[in-house]
């Protein structure tokens, strides 16, 4: 198991969009996505 830390795009179909290291295999993963809300800019 590998933790990774990346940004994530989420379009508005829901389409979740992120680029991973190239060091990473070619495949198909099991992942858990922690979302946190955006940060508001005016605080």
Do not use: R, W
């Amino acid at each position: 198991m590998k933790t990774i830390e990346v940004e994530a795009f989420v379009n508005n179909e829901g389409q979740l969009t992120v680029q991973v290291p190239s060091n990473l295999k070619e495949g198909q993963y099991h992942a858990v996505l922690i979302i946190e809300e955006p940060k508001n800019e005016n605080q």
